[in-house]
């Protein structure tokens, strides 16, 4: 079945420092999605992209959809104490998509930034 | 801005019982899903549930399990007989379309004695 891999699983950083977890899918995705989890609370949809090569911007977040649409990267810069959490991506089931989109989560990229 | 709601926030159970927990996705959305995640893993799907029946469900969602819409608004999860291998937090989520962002529950945190 459809596998998506992510990594680093932790990674800690002093604030003010660059961030960035990668995520892999086995098979070609119609979309990527991230969310974030902060500790004890629910996951929360960051953003979603659909294009191949696709770069999307929120504020200090970039977020990249590969080519091959079998990637993604979301990059932090300047990490301020409040970006603390898990960072997962997560992919629909299948490359063509359709009326379900039950999500596969990576294992996420806990995030810990020393003030 | 309309969330989704689930009840309750913590339940507490011996092995073998049968616990009901409970969402209310947001009034316009029509697809619904149960997710689960153990403490430190990934969040790893359940079931999904659409005009009123299960459109899939994984290899964990066995004949323990099953979901309702009893009412139009509550949509909830059942664990007939549950084992110490389900405590993990549970979270529903709902979406309007098949496609695009969906919006989590705050889970509801099962524990089995």
């Known amino acids: 079945g459809q596998q998506v891999m992510q990594i680093p699983q932790y990674q800690h950083v002093q604030e003010g420092e660059d961030f960035t977890t990668y995520c892999n899918s086995s098979?070609?995705?119609?979309?990527i999605q991230w969310y974030k989890q902060r500790p004890g609370g629910h996951p929360v949809f960051l953003i979603q992209l659909v294009k191949s090569g696709e770069v999307k911007k929120q504020k200090r977040l970039t977020f990249q959809f590969g080519e091959a649409k079998k990637n993604s990267s979301l990059h932090i810069t300047a990490t301020q104490t409040t970006d603390v959490g898990t960072y997962f991506c997560a992919g629909p089931k299948g490359s063509s998509g359709g009326s379900n989109y039950k999500l596969t989560f990576g294992k996420g990229t806990l995030l810990t930034v020393n003030p | 801005e309309p969330e989704v709601t689930q009840t309750p926030s913590h339940q507490v159970t011996q092995m073998g019982q049968e616990v009901i927990l409970r969402c209310v996705p947001i009034s316009n959305h029509l697809y619904f899903y149960w997710y689960r995640q153990i403490l430190g893993q990934k969040v790893e799907f359940l079931v999904s549930?659409?005009?009123?029946?299960?459109?899939?469900k994984s290899e964990i969602f066995d004949d323990q399990f099953s979901v309702e819409r009893p009412d139009g608004s509550n949509f909830t999860l059942k664990i007939r007989s549950t084992k110490l291998e389900d405590s993990a937090m549970y979270f529903c989520?709902?979406?309007?379309?098949?496609?695009?962002?969906?919006?989590f529950g705050p889970g509801t945190r099962l524990t089995v004695t």
């Open positions: 549930f659409y005009n009123n029946e299960i459109s899939e």
């Open positions: 098979t070609t995705l119609s979309n």
């Open positions: 989520a709902s979406i309007r379309q098949g496609v695009g962002e969906q919006y």
